[in-house]
């Protein structure tokens, strides 16, 4: 049986209001994974540029890249694990910081290179970033008492050199 | 360009409402027929429609049927079929007809009214996110939000509606953008930078082939819809006839290729015929034109892939090579472009064939071929739904335009009536719409009106969309509807009979209208038909009334099942004959 693996898809679209709910219903539709989805205008505000976190085997994957770009919309698909890729993703988590907390959570940031944006009597605010298992290994070593709540923003990718996506 | 607009009905100067530009856009297009029913939100669109004569409008009693006539009227002319619908029950009731179009790749513009922009979003009468709903069944669909937006949109709509892989596209517009007014500048030439249709075949890919093909033991043809969409039964021809190959077609492909050609196997898949689904199981290098590996083609995936064969797949749409089934040799490009430059390296190349093997291939099918697993016990009581096809071929001399709704009735004129062009033979193969055949025999009648039409339906589906008999009597459309009719909903009778244990659960309909009456309520001609001796009569009576609409209820034997018959879930090779019963 194939393998399943974890891809990062980036597509550039027309800037048009549905373009979103195009790529939403078609991965719905079809039963395809997503983990998760980011898009905003790119630097040409008529193109928004999209990057999807799926996962499937080789042939699932390559089904994906055919329906995106059959989508009339899309202008570009590039599959990023094709070649060599930097992921980022933005967290921001909201932790305890009371007794011994305050001292603890300030070290943790420290470690993981995060920063703390926001800092009330009882509670931090700690910005983080870095590909999806360093957010989540900074979730595993926090006491999970002290996380009050998160929010990440999903995978953004872009291809290593020379690896463009552009019109 | 015929363009009647009544003085008084523009502004002062020269600009146009947006009804208007809409209507100049359709006459741009060339279209000759616009299906549709008004209501509130294309009220505007249809006071244009009345200031104009260059096309016609045909006014549907469903939305629906509208679709469905749009989608025939495109089947057999190969022109883009244009439909018209107001805001909310109007589209939604036009979503089977659209989905339908979609699954067989139909190009079709669809205009549908929506509330004005001001109230949408604030659930208005009539409102629907059409755009949102129809998603999912387009090939695109475009909300207009300006006046000055309806002619580029238009263009773009007609392009992409036809190129590529065709399929329908839905326009979706306020009803004050219908109001507003702007200059009309219809755009010559259309691009979008992010559809490019792929057209012409890789040529590297072509000669391997080629290669492939010339020196296989056991090839084979698949042929699909999309060498009557793509128009390119002439090429296909040329090449079967310069390699001497076998071909089968399905169900979407037939009249693609001569059915009373030598080289014709018949149909193949789940009620294809013997020969054809045994040596599409058998051989060793197939070649799929058009066509998509469907589960009601293969079988089980499983068993068809046991036998390992070298796999060649020509298709414009990329997502349908290897979607179901691997292939070797993926060709992607416009058939018929491709079955050109295929032919056109057999006549630089005259490629030596493997001639022994291709020779002892024919032999086995062959034997295959004298199962006869088309033959079925004629009955002197019952009336074989078979036997009426057969007729119906006889009388209209084979060159009728069928079409036909969904289930056993489909499947026997899929099987008997044997189609010898394209675009003769109507019918909803993907998503199986019981109900299309009427309004399809409207689309053609009207798109060919010298023609002969026929309808093959049941008593399950031509209810439907019955309310069309009115339709028909409005335009005096001289269609022949044969009613095959058993009694029961038959395809759903049949699985019943072989994987529920004969439980018939809801599959019997009581209290059936007098479809003769019913068809002489609406003014056309009815006749029941109960004995097989008075089939041919029958038949030649109702052709004979050339500008009447005929309504044949054939009253037929209820037991009988459409064979051979590959179960859910069996693979090509096991299929169960009429014999084995």
């Known amino acids: ?85 930097i992921e980022r993703e933005l967290m921001l988590v909201k932790v305890k910081a009371t007794g011994t907390f305050r001292e603890e959570m300030k070290r943790m940031c420290d470690i993981f290179r995060g920063r703390i944006i926001d800092v009330a009597d009882g509670s931090f605010t700690i910005e983080l970033t870095g590909s999806g298992t360093k957010l989540d290994a900074f979730i595993e070593s926090l006491d999970k008492s002290a996380i009050l709540e998160t929010v990440r923003t999903g995978a953004s990718g872009i291809g290593r050199g020379d690896r463009i996506l552009k019109v | 360009m015929k363009f009647a607009m009544e003085p008084g009905m523009a502004n002062s100067s020269k600009q146009l409402s947006g009804a208007e530009i809409l209507i100049r856009c359709l006459h741009e297009e060339n279209v000759e027929f616009v299906f549709g029913y008004p209501g509130g939100a294309v009220l505007h669109i249809y006071d244009a429609i009345f200031h104009q004569d260059t096309f016609k409008h045909i006014l549907v009693r469903h939305e629906q049927a509208a679709l469905h006539a749009a989608d025939a009227y495109s089947r057999s002319t190969g022109k883009v079929g244009v439909a018209l619908v107001t805001s909310g029950p109007g589209a939604t009731n036009a979503v089977t007809g659209i989905a339908t179009a979609y ?151 037939l009249g693609g290729f001569p059915a009373s050609d030598p080289k014709f196997l018949g149909m193949l898949g789940m009620h294809g015929t013997y020969e054809a689904n045994m040596a599409m199981q058998d051989c ?87 199962k006869k697993c088309m033959n079925f016990a004629q009955s002197s009581e019952l009336i074989k739904p078979q036997y009426v096809i057969q007729k119906l071929h006889e009388v209209t001399k084979g060159e009728a335009f069928v079409t036909s709704d969904v289930g056993q009735h489909q499947m026997w004129a899929a099987q008997y009536y044997k189609f010898e062009q394209p675009r003769r033979w109507i019918n909803s193969g993907g998503l199986g719409t019981m109900g299309v055949g009427l309004p399809y025999a409207m689309g053609v009648q009207l798109a060919h009106p010298n023609a002969q039409v026929a309808c093959v339906t049941g008593e399950g589906s031509i209810q439907m ?114 014999e084995d019963l």
């Open chain 2, 284 to 370: 060793d290098v197939l070649l799929a034109v058009g066509a998509r590996f469907d589960d009601r083609v293969i079988g089980n995936t499983a068993h068809f892939l046991s036998n390992p064969r070298t796999i060649i797949h020509i298709d414009i749409d990329p997502s349908s090579i290897s979607k179901r089934v691997k292939i070797d040799v993926p060709i992607v490009g416009d058939v018929k472009s491709v079955l050109a430059d295929m032919n056109e390296l057999i006549a630089t190349e005259k490629p030596k064939q493997n001639t022994v093997e291709l020779a002892s291939w024919f032999k086995q099918i062959d034997a295959w071929r004298s």
């Open chain 1, 1 to 85: 049986m194939a393998t399943t693996a974890r891809h990062i898809i980036s597509l550039l679209m027309e800037n048009e209001s549905g373009a979103l709910s195009r790529v939403a219903g078609l991965f719905s539709a079809r039963g395809y994974n997503i983990e998760s989805l980011t898009v905003a205008p790119t630097e040409d505000p008529t193109l928004s540029r999209m990057t999807i976190v799926t996962s499937g085997s080789d042939e699932v994957i390559e089904q994906i890249i055919k329906q995106l770009n059959k989508l009339i919309d899309v202008v570009k698909v590039l599959d990023l694990n094709d070649g060599k890729f």
């Open chain 2, 103 to 253: 699954m067989d790749s139909i190009p079709m513009v669809i205009i549908s009214g929506q509330v004005p922009t001001y109230a949408i979003g604030e659930d208005a009468f009539q409102e629907c996110d059409t755009v949102g709903i129809t998603r999912p069944c387009v090939k695109h669909n475009f909300l207009v939000k300006d006046v000055k937006d309806i002619a580029a949109t238009m263009k773009k709509a007609f392009y992409v509606a036809a190129s590529g892989r065709p399929g329908p596209v839905l326009v979706d517009i306020p009803k004050d953008i219908t109001a507003h007014f702007c200059d009309f500048d219809y755009p010559e030439t259309v691009h979008l930078r992010s559809y490019n249709p792929v057209t012409k075949g890789h040529l590297g890919q072509i000669k391997k082939a080629l290669k492939l093909l010339t020196e296989a033991k056991r090839p084979m043809v698949y042929s699909g819809g999309g060498v009557v969409l793509g128009d390119a039964s002439e090429h296909l021809m040329k090449l079967i006839q310069s390699l001497g190959l076998p071909i089968t077609s399905t169900l979407m492909g």
């Open chain 2, 465 to 578: 969309n019955i309310q069309e008999l009115s339709t028909c009597a409005q335009y005096q459309l001289p269609i022949k509807v044969i009613m095959l009719n058993n009694r029961y909903l038959g395809m759903v009778r049949q699985w019943q009979e072989f994987f529920y244990e004969n439980r018939y659960s809801e599959s019997y309909m009581d209290s059936l209208p007098d479809f003769v009456k019913l068809a002489e309520a609406y003014g056309h001609v009815g006749m029941q038909i109960t004995k097989p001796g008075d089939v041919e009569g029958a038949l030649k009576e109702a052709f004979a009334m050339k500008s009447r609409f005929v309504f044949l209820d054939f009253i037929t034997d209820q037991k009988e099942n459409v064979f051979p018959m590959i179960q859910n879930g069996k693979g090509l090779s096991e299929m169960i004959l009429a």
